[in-house]
């Protein structure tokens, strides 16, 4: 039976309140006050939907062999990119083996519970690894302002050690527009909402499950977990008032503390289920754009035994306040700030020096010595170790998961940041090896010599002029 063997996720650390937005906006829209409870999850500046997804797909890798998966898929409206393979980005920065298939799926708000699927339907053959993030844009004072979230899922699927069986799935395609973004554009347009939920959510969304009911021959009232990833108010107690499936069954949307994380979120949410189910649970889970998703799950008892990881509950845990809307919107390129003289920098990426050093800038390999055993990052040709100094006698040696903690730091007021001051300093990695880096997702005041941190893949900088993205990894606070 194929099924999902392993699951992760990641919601940023920071909150925006979503008060402090209805507070900037309310004069100009005094109707955002009903949105006004809460909060909702917002990137870091050097975060967008890849390095979003490497953190949700390093959580489901925790303890799993990289070296067994034959295909990674990742879907987001979001993407960074639009002709250069996002999955590729991703699966170097996993270190995945060169020897596998990769595939962005983009282009709808299904696009996530669609990946999943064609991942469940492939993995008879080769175990797959689907991972769905988004940092959408929403535009100042707008509803999606304060509805929106940023997040991640992933899921490896195979046939073996499967803590979720495939039941079985249900499609539809139809091509309603509920919202559009043109090609260029930055921001969604949306229709009337109402009209979103009755002709959209509640019939599309309500064939899909009763498609898939039907199909499978399943009960309603045998559905432990329903997940409908709407936001608006009543619409999934109304799909399974319509289908017949317990109230009871209904799943948290999420909206409370972290927000409508877009293509991501059917499959976040179902990651939250399945960190809270027992073996021999239903989880019915649906995805909505141009048409409908449904897929139908029951828990094994391998589900007892899984490692706990982060996931979703302890990304909900790790969370920083953040009152200050003017970052928020500086963070999210939305309003133009006076940079300084610092931030004048022809930032160009010598694609070549990217290309050969791969391995280390995006997999963060660095070397071990085979003659005396030193670890050291990069990766030379000459070991490091000064009794040793043995030449061409370093295999690769992954230094992503590896403990670190701060050896010296600098809080630096002069050196341009988007976000000030520019934290960097001297890491040491447990077992051998230090470098020099950036630090992200620090508290003002809280970095301090020996505090454990963890290297998490971010963005190092952006070529403007060019539309350019550059990745590194950075030191973050490893709690």
Known sequence: MVGITGFGAYIPRLRLQRATVVDANKWANPGLAALAKGERSMANWDEDAVTLAVEAARDCLTGVDRAAIGHI???????????RQNAGIVATALSLPAGLGALDVTGSQRAGTSALISALESAKDTPQLCIAADKRQARPGSTQELTYGVGAAAFSVGADKVIANLIGHHSITEDFVDHYR???????????????????????????????????????????????PVMSRGTPA???????????????????????????????MLVAALEAAAPGEKILVAGFGQGADALLFETTQALSDYPARRGVAGSLARRREERNYIKYLTFNGLLEMER????????????????????????????????????????????????????????????????????????????????????????????????????????????????????????????????????????????
């Open 73 to 83: 898929s990742f879907a987001s409206t979001s993407l960074p990119f639009t002709e």
């Open 182 to 228: 043109a090609d260029g554009a930055k921001f969604d347009y949306f229709w009337e909402e109402r009209w979103i939920r009755q002709e959209g959510h509640l019939k599309l969304i309500t064939a899909a499950v009763s498609g898939l009911l039907e199909r499978t021959g399943v009960a309603a009232d045998a559905i432990d977990r329903l997940i409908v």
């Open 238 to 268: 109304g799909v399974a008032k319509a289908t017949g499936i317990p109230a009871d069954a209904v799943a948290d949307t999420l909206q409370a503390n972290c927000g409508d994380t877009g293509v991501a979120h059917p499959l976040l």
């Open 340 to 479: 300084g003289m610092h931030a004048e920098q022809d930032k160009q990426t010598a694609l070549t020096a990217l290309h050969r050093n791969r391995d280390f800038l995006l997999g963060f390999i660095g070397g071990k010595c085979t003659k005396c055993g030193t670890l050291q990052i990069p990766k030379t040709r000459i070991c490091v170790n000064p009794n040793c100094g043995e030449h061409n006698s370093q295999i690769d040696e992954h230094f992503a998961e590896k403990p670190a903690s701060v050896m010296s730091w600098t809080a630096d007021q002069l050196a341009y940041s988007i976000d000030p001051p520019a934290h960097y300093g001297m890491v040491n990695f447990e077992g051998g090896g230090r470098l020099m880096v950036d630090f992200t997702d620090v508290d003002p005041d809280a970095v301090e010599v020996n505090m454990p941190i963890r290297m998490v893949f971010r963005i190092k900088d952006r070529d403007e002029q060019r539309g350019f993205v550059r990745y590194f990894w950075k030191a973050a606070p490893a709690g």
